[in-house]
T-cell receptor
Framework: SQQGEEDPQALSIQEGENATMNCSYKTSINNLQWYRQNSGRGLVHLILIRSNEREKHSGRLRVTLDTSKKSSSLLITASRAADTASYFCATDGIGAQKLVFGQGTRLTINP | DAGVIQSPRHEVTEMGQEVTLRCKPISGHDYLFWYRQTMMRGLELLIYFNNNVPIDDSGMPEDRFSAKMPNASFSTLKIQPSEPRDSAVYFC?????????????FGPGTRLLVL
């Protein structure tokens, strides 16, 4: 069963704009992770945010977590063509002992 | 480190044939995961190992699927007999610890097509 649900399913923006993707989940978590997948490649870990954290930054990435709403967002600032990829959230549910991935958001950055 | 290595990268086979997918995890990682990705079902965890021991195989779709990890540097996922609905991209991933601590590192995947 899917734990994380990303929104939107697809997003297309102009280079230089900011991109925001959202993830909602159903059960309590230990942490939430975001991954990127370029076409034809494996997933690459971007950032991990723990359940007791509210915001985390890594370069042009900003992740927020609202455990009361069971949601997270990934913001990519000053987007570049190279950011074109699918982005997945993955949740480590309490007691689950494994990551559960959402369906992903397909992000397209237009030059 | 070369990262997680998977072979073959592409496999085309006919229904009923045996398929073996191979994975070499990152040296020193304690956990190894096998995932399957399809458009319809997304990314699904099939099985994972800790220190070469299978821990959770609840995601293995049926008895046609089996996985082994004979040592810390090698794992196989076998499908016998294969069916067209097994067509998917199969990923192997490894990590130092379970998800609550850190990231999983994915291989490039094996794209399987069963005709």
């Amino acid at each position: 069963s899917q734990q994380g649900e990303e929104d939107p399913q697809a997003l297309s923006i102009q280079e230089g704009e900011n991109a925001t993707m959202n993830c909602s989940y159903k059960t309590s978590i230990n942490n939430l992770q975001w991954y990127r997948q370029n076409s034809g490649r494996g997933l690459v870990h971007l950032i991990l945010i723990r359940s007791n954290e509210r915001e985390k930054h890594s370069g042009r990435l900003r992740v927020t977590l609202d455990t009361s709403k069971k949601s997270s967002s990934l913001l990519i600032t000053a987007s570049r063509a190279a950011d074109t990829a699918s982005y997945f959230c993955a949740t480590d549910g309490i007691g689950a002992q494994k990551l559960v991935f959402g369906q992903g958001t397909r992000l397209t950055i237009n030059p | 480190d070369a990262g997680v290595i998977q072979s073959p990268r592409h496999e085309v086979t006919e229904m009923g044939q045996e398929v073996t997918l191979r994975c070499k995890p990152i040296s020193g990682h304690d956990y190894l995961f096998w995932y399957r990705q399809t458009m319809m079902r997304g990314l699904e965890l099939l099985i994972y190992f800790n220190n070469n021991v299978p821990i959770d195989d609840s995601g293995m779709p049926e008895d046609r699927f089996s996985a082994k990890m004979p040592n810390a540097s090698f794992s196989t996922l076998k499908i016998q007999p294969s069916e067209p609905r097994d067509s998917a991209v199969y990923f192997c991933a490894s990590s130092f610890a379970l998800a609550r601590v850190g990231a999983q590192y994915f291989g490039p995947g094996t794209r399987l097509l069963v005709l």
